[in-house]
């Protein structure tokens, strides 16, 4: 009953949280631009090209550093930086419909366990913890770092949960981040700061995944193998009639691949040697920055839910062949997780053959 009244307490405070950039920041970089406007796609599936042609028009990106100076408080949940108790810096928030715990904040206030950082740099919260957002949104964030005057003397910080992730820990050992002037935000632990930098790199900046692939020093190895990428129940969508999918793919000699189920080091391994990918929309996908750009790519989409970043993705990378089709509906958009789809075998073959030819 106590933490009944706890939750509905905290969450009528949570709405006078105010998301805003109404700062004096100093801009040290600024960009915004579409950079996908001028591409036109031409699909089979007059669906798919609506939709991407949709948000080549419409979806602006941002590239940024800015600095702040003022009385900030960065709470542990998000890494937001709060000012006068109820404003979140929105430079500083990825996903704003997330909010952090407001009685937490406020009593963090009464609280001299506070840890005092004079200057910060913001890497990330939680954004990272996603596999796709860390690649695309988060890791290039250290190419802008370098920007900043002085960077090597000021802590960058990273919230625990993105600290923790296999990914994040194989980089920060084998390559040249470790030498980065870390700071770990611990789990309940507020920090106070007088100097914030907020970093955004421009999205699907292909340029940053040449210098990934720089700093990962990935080796040559010989690009032969056909992969199915495919995707469990526990992490959602899935294809209903999978073993129907899979005759198919048999005969065409693919193998079946489950990337949750490899480290890092061998996706990157895996994806170095792949010549011709399938796969279900979802984070695995995000591997093709590792891979060949020989590589030729099938992506599978479910009917009610087009995704446009592997596209996007695949024009910054200048990949040879990259083309998406349709399934059946999931149940359910944004399940969690979500549900299996069904795939017309037929047509998936159709495409299957293109992508040999």
Known sequence: MHLDLTVKFSRYFDRFWKFTDSFDFEILLSRAEKPFINHIPVF??????QSYERDNQSIVHYEHIKRLSANV??????????????????????????????????????SFNRTNCPRIIIFDGHVGTNYFHFFTDILNKIWLINKIPGYEHIPILIGHNTFKTHYFQYLIKNTRLKD??????KENQFIKSAEVYFVRPMPYGGNYYKELRGLLDLPYIEVNRKIFLTRNS????????????????????????????YSFDDQMKLFGSVKYLIAIHGAGLTNIIFSDQQIKILEINPGNRIGVYYYWLSTALNVKYYDVMLGG?????????????YLNPLAFEDALKRLLD
Request: aromatic share 18%.
């Open 180 to 185: 980065f002037n870390w700071q770990v935000q």
């Open 73 to 110: 408080l960065i709470e542990p949940q998000y890494c937001y930086c709060i000012v006068w108790l109820r404003k979140i810096v929105l430079s500083g928030a990825f996903y704003p419909r997330f909010k952090p715990s407001f009685l937490k904040v406020l009593f963090s206030y009464f």
């Open 329 to 341: 509906p999931l149940p359910k958009v944004n399940d969690v997780p979500e549900k299996g789809f």
């Open 234 to 261: 526990q992490v959602g969508r899935y294809l209903d009639n999978f073993n129907e999918i899979k005759t198919i793919l048999d005969r065409y000699h693919f193998e079946t691949v489950d990337t949750d189920l």
């Open 44 to 49: 089979d599936n007059e669906e798919i090209n």
